[in-house]
């Protein structure tokens, strides 16, 4: 039996509480996540799938995400902040994004573009890590956050800048405890 191939993916849909704000996450059959999103930028994660899976090609549908990736996350903001890094991730991303996003999850305190370009063998591709990071589907389990500017200025966060220094500060708080 074929698949159709026009057919809309069906991908489930949580709210979950954060000290953040609420936070969306995003799964598959396979209980992968696919995107992760504060609610107040939930445009992000339809822009998202619009370009990765093509315009009407994603339903999302309210449901339970796997429990062990809401566990993780509430470990993250307990102060566990390695938790995050075993929940299992598909991006969608281009070559590049994707390895731009596989050093990210590899990364423990704030680096810059360039030194995450230096970690992938393109030392001299800080505007592309740039927009790779810009394009990261998953908030806080992709920790993009953690990019700041050459000078370690913080520099744009999808979430915003009140965000993005929250979370540097606990992640430094907690950077013991990793």
């Not at 698949?3 to 991908?11: G, N, P, Q, V």
């Not at 790779?132 to 370690?152: E, F, K, Q, T, W």
Request: with cysteine; proline share 4%; glycine share 12%.
């Amino acid at each position: 039996m074929t698949r159709d191939s026009t057919a809309a993916a069906t991908l489930t849909l949580e709210a979950v509480e954060t000290p953040l704000g609420d936070f969306l996450l995003v799964t598959d059959a396979e209980g992968l996540l696919r995107a992760a999103e504060f609610a107040d930028c939930e445009h992000r994660l339809h822009r998202h799938f619009g370009r990765r899976l093509g315009p009407n090609r994603t339903r999302l549908v309210a449901g339970r995400v796997p429990d062990a990736i809401k566990a993780a996350l509430a470990a993250y903001f307990a102060g566990d902040i390695a938790a995050i890094d075993g929940i299992a991730v598909r991006g969608d991303g281009t070559p590049f994004q994707e390895s731009v996003w596989a050093a990210l999850r590899t990364v423990r305190h704030p680096t810059t573009y360039v030194g995450l370009g230096a970690r992938i063998g393109r030392p001299d591709a800080a505007r592309a890590v740039g927009h790779a990071n810009g394009a990261n589907p998953m908030s806080i389990v992709v920790p993009c956050h953690r990019l700041v500017g050459a000078d370690g200025a913080l520099t744009g966060y999808g979430g915003g800048i009140a965000r993005k220094r929250w979370l540097l500060d606990h992640e430094a708080a907690h950077a013991a405890a990793d």
